[in-house]
């Protein structure tokens, strides 16, 4: 299966910035999803990542929070924008090509 | 709306003994249901789903749609099987998953 890599790992940020999470995957995928995963609680799906057109968000998460970008089949950015310490957690990309989820190693962000 | 519930936090046992991890779901259409584990300090990954009916370093997991279930069950457990074991729901063939909160698995020597 393909092998899905996150910049950064982690993170420190103070609350009112954003954050960048870049999302690479060794080969072509079909779907793109981000996950969060809270401090305690299992996994939030976000979105899903859509090539060359806006993402589609779940209930309960935003484009003005989360803005996502997908540019091509194997790359993808998540925003944390204007972070508080509630946005604290580990993000996790995840791709899916005919066989089933495949997993990014998560970059933890704990925001001051 | 779809739910996937792991009723254990934590299960402990020991080395050999018999180990099963409870999911069940629910979903008014016909869900695919998935066990994802992962291993301290690495990344989550699948260990297997339903449709593949197969079995994987000896665990197998069989869809039950009476009782909305897809226990994980290994007959003889080992030291390396210790993990965070995550039951999944796909639906309505989308490849998003609804996450259940997970059970961690302890076996010890």
């Known amino acids: 299966s393909a092998v899905i890599s996150q910049k950064p790992s982690r993170d420190i940020c103070q609350r009112g910035t954003s954050l960048t999470i870049q999302c690479q995957v060794d080969?072509?995928?079909?779907?793109m999803f981000w996950y969060r995963q809270q401090p305690g609680q299992s996994l939030t799906l976000i979105a899903t990542a859509n090539q060359g057109s806006e993402a589609t968000y779940e209930s309960g998460f935003v484009i003005d929070k989360f803005p996502i970008s997908r540019p091509n089949l194997t790359f993808s950015t998540l925003t944390v924008s204007n972070m508080s310490p509630e946005d604290s957690s580990i993000y996790l990309c995840?791709?899916?090509?005919?066989?089933?989820?495949?997993f990014g190693p998560g970059t933890r962000l704990t925001v001051l | 709306a779809q739910r996937v519930t792991q009723p254990e936090k934590l299960l402990s046992v020991f080395k050999g003994a018999p180990v099963e991890l409870k999911c069940n779901y629910s979903?008014?259409?016909?869900?695919?249901l998935f066990w994802y584990v992962q291993y301290s300090r690495q990344r989550l990954q699948l260990l297997l789903r339903?449709?593949s009916r197969e079995s994987i370093k000896g665990f197998t997991a069989d869809l039950n749609k009476g009782e909305t279930s897809f226990h994980l069950k290994k007959p003889f457990a080992q030291e390396e099987d210790s993990a965070m074991y995550y039951c999944a729901l796909s639906w309505d063939n989308t490849d998003k998953l609804i996450f259940g909160t997970g059970t961690r698995l302890q076996v010890f020597p």
């Open positions: 995840s791709g899916a090509s005919g066989t089933r989820g495949f």
């Open positions: 080969s072509q995928v079909t779907m």
């Open positions: 339903h449709i």
């Open positions: 979903y008014s259409g016909s869900p695919e």
